[in-house]
């Protein structure tokens, strides 16, 4: 695997674990300033409004942990696309961990100095299995 693939995929992983961890100041930064999000059919663009969507959408009481396997990474100069599956899973009272969501992420990432940063994040869900599950 090649020094750049494993730049793409350490961006991948950081977005997973920054997100479970509540760490948006380093989460944020994986994006572009002008990235876009796509989810439910809505696009949220740049930077501050992608923050703002999900910190909404993973309060401290939502949070979980994503877990991605398939990784396809394809690098074409200073610009890469990736396929992700992944499964949300949360904990839950008494029923203890409890499967939220599965589907795809398909990414395209930039080279931006040193590091790789995703331009576009688009999630797709195979399902959702709880009432009001979001990713």
């Known amino acids: 695997m090649g020094d750049d693939e494993e730049q793409v995929r350490r961006t991948l992983a950081g ?13 944020i930064e994986l994006f572009t300033e002008d990235a876009r999000l796509l989810f439910g059919g809505q696009a949220t663009e740049g930077r501050p409004s992608i923050r703002k969507y999900m910190e909404h959408v993973q309060p401290p009481e939502g949070r979980g942990k994503h877990i991605t396997a398939n990784i396809l990474v394809e690098v074409e100069g200073d610009m890469a696309t990736a396929r992700t599956d992944y499964l949300f899973v949360r904990p839950t009272a008494g029923e203890g961990l409890v499967l939220v969501a ?13 590091r790789w940063r995703f ?15 979001g990713d």
């Open 102 to 114: 599965t589907g795809r992420y398909r990414d395209e990432l930039i080279r931006d100095g040193d």
């Open 119 to 133: 331009r576009q994040r688009e999630i797709s869900l195979l399902g959702p299995f709880v009432e009001g599950a």
């Open 15 to 27: 977005y997973s674990q920054y997100l479970d961890d509540g760490d948006f100041d380093r989460w």
